[in-house]
T-cell receptor
Framework: SQKIEQNSEALNIQEGKTATLTCNYT??????LQWYRQDPGRGPVFLLL?????KEKRKERLKVTFDTTLKQSLFHITASQPADSATYLCALGSGGGATNKLIFGTGTLLAVQP | DVKVTQSSRYLVKRTGEKVFLECVQD?????MFWYRQDPGLGLRLIYF???????EKGDIPEGYSVSREKKERFSLILESASTNQTSMYLC??????????FGQGTRLTVV
């Protein structure tokens, strides 16, 4: 069955450092991959989308890579700040119509220490 | 500003009751999704819909049904609520192969 794995343990880093989060998947050929941020008690908020034919995407301090051979995505936050502390979720999507399923990993809790 | 609205923030229901969770989006999106979120299990897809009256099962559809009579509204129905359906329920909508917008969530407790 399809499976998405993210770092199950919380990631603690020092302010100013780069946080790197991992998303691995099996039994799936996604057309695109997304990263979301979720704060306690709230719904996830979209951050970045990368398509299967793209290797890397950037947005301000965020960078996502997508390796369809390794079946892995890495999510980087550079110059991290305490306000970046949250749970980060990766999600995989397939084609349109009836196949347009969007499934999520379990998320990684990031804590940025001042 | 885009908006996905879930009908209730908190809900308490009794075992065996039929429960309706409503979700409305104002963005004319084709796709709508229902997830439940439990500690340690992440977001699990219950059902999704890619068009009016069209629905597909997600990973955990048992005990649930859905209805999409109009494009903007996607309802989740718990036919006979059970305590193991106590959870946070999240609705989302998206255009095709693009970012999803989530509602604020409904925390359902079945007693």
């Amino acid at each position: 069955s399809q499976k998405i794995e993210q770092n199950s343990e919380a990631l603690n880093i020092q302010e100013g450092k780069t946080a790197t989060l991992t998303c691995n998947y099996t039994n799936y050929s996604p057309a695109y991959l997304q990263w979301y941020r979720q704060d306690p008690g709230r719904g996830p908020v979209f951050l970045l989308l990368i398509r299967e034919n793209e290797k890397e995407k950037r947005k301000e301090r965020l960078k996502v890579t997508f390796d369809t051979t390794l079946k892995q995505s890495l999510f980087h936050i550079t110059a991290s700040q305490p306000a970046d502390s949250a749970t980060y979720l990766c999600a995989l999507g397939s084609g349109g119509g009836a196949t347009n399923k969007l499934i999520f990993g379990t998320g990684t809790l990031l804590a940025v220490q001042p | 500003d885009v908006k996905v609205t879930q009908s209730s923030r908190y809900l308490v229901k009794r075992t065996g009751e039929k429960v309706f969770l409503e979700c409305v989006q104002d963005m004319d999106h084709e796709n709508m999704f229902w997830y439940r979120q439990d500690p340690g299990l992440g977001l699990r897809l219950i059902y999704f819909s890619y068009d009016v009256k069209m629905k597909e099962k997600g990973d955990i559809p048992e005990g649930y049904s859905v209805s999409r009579e109009k494009k903007e509204r996607f309802s989740l129905i718990l036919e006979s609520a059970s305590t193991n359906q106590t959870s946070m329920y999240l609705c989302a909508s998206s255009p095709s192969q693009a970012e999803a917008f989530f509602g604020q969530g409904t925390r359902l407790t079945v007693v």
